[in-house]
Every structure is written in structure tokens, then in C-alpha cells.
């Protein structure tokens, strides 16, 4: 999972404005985090990751609507990336 894949889905989808927003609403970080650690090419704190994993959970819950299959699209996708985030986790945990 690279995080700069989660971003641009979030952004494809209009859930997050740009890289300060995507910092701010679900890294848990300060609205520069984003663009410091890809111009350094660091990788993001096990804590950054989970709370990108809760947020996109979260984002999920919040997007449900059962009449609209677009909302259910993102839905998915938003569930999906939460769980290739958890995958992240749990492989730098091993």
C-alpha cells in the first residue's frame, strides 16, 4: 500500500480537497505531514497508518446510502483501502 495511492483515490472520489486536507482529516498530522514525507520519501509512523485506517473507516460509515450506487462505489472502495492500510500495519508489525 502507498500512501500516495490512498490520497489520490480520496481525491478522485472528492473526499479530501488536497494534500494539507488529506494531512489534517485522516493522517491526524499537522496540513504539512503529507508533503515533507514524500519529499523525503519517509515512510508514515505505524500511528499515521492507523489513523488513516480509522478515518477512512469512519469516512466510510459516513458515505452509506443504500438507494445510490455511486455512494456504494465509494463505499467499497473506501472499505477496501481501510484494509489494504490494515495490511500495512500488520506488515511492518511482523
Known amino acids: 500500500m502507498e500512501l ?3 490520497y489520490k483515490e480520496l481525491r478522485r472520489n472528492r473526499l479530501c480537497r488536497n494534500g494539507r486536507d488529506f494531512s ?12 515533507v514525507i514524500k519529499a523525503t520519501k519517509t515512510e508514515p ?11 477512512l473507516n469512519k469516512q466510510a460509515d459516513a458515505v452509506y446510502d ?4 455511486v455512494i456504494n462505489r465509494i463505499q467499497r472502495e473506501l472499505n477496501v483501502l481501510s484494509a489494504s492500510v490494515m495490511g500495512a500495519v500488520e506488515d511492518r508489525c511482523k
Not at 509512523?45 to 478515518?55: A, D, G, H, P, W
Not at 443504500?66 to 450506487?69: K, M
Open 24 to 35: 489534517v482529516r485522516y493522517l491526524g498530522k499537522d496540513r504539512s505531514y503529507y508533503s
Open 66 to 69: 443504500p438507494n445510490s450506487p
Open 4 to 6: 500516495n495511492d490512498v
Open 45 to 55: 509512523s505505524v500511528i499515521v497508518l492507523m489513523n488513516l485506517y480509522f478515518n
